[in-house]
């Protein structure tokens, strides 16, 4: 059920032409790296709040989200509050240290006081591997969603949309920048919760305003009758699958403090009070955007159908568009579509964004010019780095195309728990904390969670798998964040405990400044 494809194009269109033209007036301003990468520092706390929601929201969340609570129920919520959950550990350990500490990116927290070439390398490829893992997600959440809204079926034509969502993406980047993509990122955020909100009240003007008549349909609409309402319908079936349901709930409650586009956001206020600020105004629209998807997904379930749902060409990422068609036909479904096909491009620039950040500025500036590279030279390295992405992405994307893309972020989720929130906590907080610490975790945290993936039945081995068609997996669980999580944890405290390196002399300059902010202003000037 595609709609009117031409109204569906129609609005794609009008999204993207305001926001290249938002982008374009934006761009004339910030040229230097901190322009590039950090907005010039110009946003207010309640802008970057909205910008964090845009960053965060992503397709998973609209489309990934909805459809798990269709299909599964309460299980599906899991993601929800995992989700929510992360941002209070974001909001209490990291955002305001952050923000005091670094410059642009995480390495600059992470090699504060430890040896600046290692540690940036490290830093710089976890960011580059979270950042594919999450692209994965968007792209293909593009393909899935155009799938249904143009009725394409074929992979060569699904191929080609993700294609054309990553030209778009390259382009956002490459024009405005930091201060461009957040207001891409504004844009699309207010849009989203409002587009939500619309479709939450109606569902419950349909069931009279009354929660427990909503939740009653939806389960009498459900082959699994009340077992949608009850904990365990998807993750119950054996202790392997609750084993794998606390995994899950481990990478995304603590994998949000680590992923690096969202940390990056950090930067572009101007003091660690309005980053304070920013996170605050996060969690307020997040919280409600999470509200609405457990509106949206059983509304789902009983307006649409679980079977209509599954069988659609989107699979379980359709429920939300489908839920929009059943209530207001096909101009409610072309707005709906608008408004996440709005988020995958807004996502998508955000993390090309970082992953290129971290590139030029830790891995070409840091590393390879041993941070002689001049501000020009270091914005044409990211421009040029944020095209390898684009197209790295769009091969990943074609390959991901067909997952439950909630569940594809709950893998970049798990990997920035395992490499990154282990060694920023401790840099931060822990004193004996040292290079070594930081190296053996970062390696040991991405490794693990990179190989218990690859040999998972999330890649193959499984009808759901990325190859369906071979297996090679011997790991039982689809998500590594019960085993990787402690091994970056253990790592880092073995690493640091055996080592004979003595603590920095800037131990002590990092601790002030992570809590009081106090030279934090003068070292990130231009």
């Given at each position: 059920m595609?709609?009117?494809?031409i109204?569906?194009?129609?609005?794609f269109?009008?999204?993207v032409v305001?926001?290249?033209v938002?982008?374009?007036?934006v761009?004339r301003?910030?040229?230097?790296t901190?322009?590039?990468?950090?907005?010039?520092?110009?946003?207010?706390?309640r802008?970057?709040?909205?910008?964090?929601?845009?960053?965060?929201?992503s397709?998973?969340s609209?489309?990934?989200?909805?459809?798990?609570?269709?299909?599964?129920?309460?299980?599906?919520l899991?993601?929800?509050i995992?989700?929510?959950?992360?941002?209070?550990v974001?909001?209490?350990?990291v955002?305001e240290?952050?923000?005091n500490t670094?410059?642009y990116t995480?390495a600059?927290?992470l090699?504060?006081?430890?040896?600046?070439t290692?540690?940036?390398?490290?830093?710089?490829?976890?960011?580059?591997?979270?950042?594919?893992f999450?692209?994965?997600?968007?792209?293909?959440?593009?393909?899935?969603?155009?799938?249904?809204?143009l009725g394409?079926?074929s992979?060569f034509?699904?191929?080609?949309?993700?294609?054309?969502v990553g030209v778009l993406?390259?382009v956002?980047?490459?024009v405005?920048?930091?201060?461009?993509?957040t207001?891409?990122?504004?844009?699309k955020?207010?849009?989203?919760?409002?587009?939500a909100?619309?479709?939450?009240?109606?569902?419950f003007?349909?069931?009279?305003?009354?929660?427990?008549?909503?939740?009653g349909k939806?389960?009498?609409?459900?082959p699994?009758?009340?077992?949608v309402?009850?904990?365990?319908?998807?993750y119950?079936?054996?202790?392997?699958?609750?084993?794998?349901?606390?995994?899950?709930?481990i990478?995304?409650?603590f994998?949000?403090?680590?992923?690096?586009?969202?940390?990056?956001?950090?930067?572009?206020?101007?003091?660690?009070?309005?980053a304070?600020?920013?996170?605050?105004w996060?969690?307020i629209l997040?919280?409600a955007?999470?509200?609405?998807?457990?509106?949206l997904?059983?509304?789902?379930?009983?307006?649409?159908?679980?079977?209509?749902?599954?069988?659609?060409?989107g699979?379980?990422?359709s429920?939300?568009?489908?839920?929009?068609?059943?209530l207001?036909?096909?101009?409610?479904l072309?707005?709906?579509?608008g408004v996440a096909?709005?988020?995958?491009?807004?996502?998508?620039?955000?993390l090309?964004?970082?992953?290129?950040?971290?590139?030029?500025?830790?891995?070409?500036?840091?590393?390879?010019?041993?941070?002689?590279a001049?501000?020009?030279q270091?914005?044409?390295?990211?421009r040029?780095?944020?095209?390898?992405i684009?197209?790295?992405?769009?091969?990943?994307?074609?390959a991901?195309?067909g997952?439950?893309?909630?569940f594809?972020?709950s893998?970049a989720?798990?990997?920035?728990?395992?490499?990154?929130?282990?060694s920023?906590l401790f840099?931060l907080?822990?004193k004996r904390?040292?290079?070594t610490?930081?190296?053996c975790?970062?390696i040991?945290g991405?490794v693990?969670?990179?190989?218990?993936?690859?040999?998972?039945?999330a890649?193959?081995g499984?009808?759901?798998?990325?190859?369906?068609?071979?297996?090679?997996s011997?790991?039982?669980?689809?998500?590594?964040?019960?085993?990787?999580?402690?091994?970056?944890?253990?790592?880092?405290?073995l690493?640091?405990?055996?080592?004979?390196?003595?603590?920095?002399?800037?131990?002590?300059?990092?601790?002030?400044?992570s809590?009081?902010?106090?030279?934090?202003?003068?070292?990130t000037?231009?």
């Open positions: 595609s709609g009117n494809p109204l569906n194009i129609t609005i269109g009008v999204f305001v926001t290249l938002v982008v374009l007036r761009s301003a910030g040229v230097g901190t322009g590039y990468y950090a907005g010039d520092r110009s946003f207010t706390g802008q970057n709040g909205l910008a964090i929601a845009g960053d965060y929201l397709a998973a609209f489309l990934g989200i909805a459809g798990a609570v269709a299909l599964y129920g309460y299980d599906g899991l993601y929800s995992g989700f929510l959950v992360a941002w209070l974001a909001l209490l350990l955002a240290p952050m923000r670094g410059k995480m600059d927290v090699s504060f006081r430890m040896k600046q290692p540690v940036r390398l490290v830093a710089a490829i976890s960011t580059l591997v979270v950042s594919f999450y692209l994965l997600a968007q792209m293909a959440g593009a393909g899935g969603l155009v799938a249904l809204l394409v079926d992979k034509g699904q191929g080609l949309v993700i294609f054309i993406m390259i956002y980047v490459l405005g920048g930091m201060k461009g993509t207001w891409v990122q504004i844009i955020a207010t849009l989203l919760i409002l587009g909100a619309v479709m939450t009240v109606w569902v003007v349909l069931n009279g305003f009354n929660l427990s008549a909503l939740l939806a389960a009498a609409t459900s699994e009758g009340d077992a309402l009850q904990p365990m319908l998807q119950g079936a054996s202790d392997t699958t609750k084993l794998g349901f606390i995994s899950l709930a990478a995304l409650v994998g949000a403090a680590g992923l690096p586009h969202v940390l990056m956001r950090f930067y572009t206020v101007p003091t660690a009070k309005e304070r600020r920013s996170v605050t996060a969690i997040i919280g955007f999470y509200l609405f998807t457990f509106v997904g059983f509304g789902a379930t009983y307006l649409v159908g679980p079977e209509e749902i599954a069988n659609a060409p699979g379980v990422n429920a939300a568009p489908l839920l929009a068609f059943h207001g036909g096909t101009v409610l072309a707005l709906v579509s096909f709005a988020t995958i491009l807004a996502v998508v620039a955000g090309t964004i970082t992953a290129s950040a971290s590139f030029s500025h830790d891995i070409y500036n840091s590393v390879i010019r041993k941070g002689t001049t501000s020009t270091e914005v044409r390295v990211a040029i780095t944020a095209v390898v684009g197209v790295i992405a769009i091969f990943g994307g074609i991901a195309n997952q439950n893309i909630a594809l972020v893998l989720f798990a990997i920035a728990a395992s490499a990154n929130l282990p920023i840099s907080y822990w904390f040292n290079t610490g930081t190296l975790s970062m040991a991405l693990s969670a990179i190989v218990l993936i690859l040999f998972s039945p890649v193959s499984a009808e759901s798998a990325m190859f369906p068609n071979v297996d090679f011997w790991f039982p669980l689809t998500n590594p964040a019960i085993i990787s999580v402690p091994v970056g944890f253990l790592a880092a405290i690493g640091a405990l055996l080592s004979k390196e003595s603590p920095s002399e800037k131990q002590a300059e990092m601790e002030v400044r809590m009081t902010g106090a030279g934090a202003e003068k070292a000037e231009h």
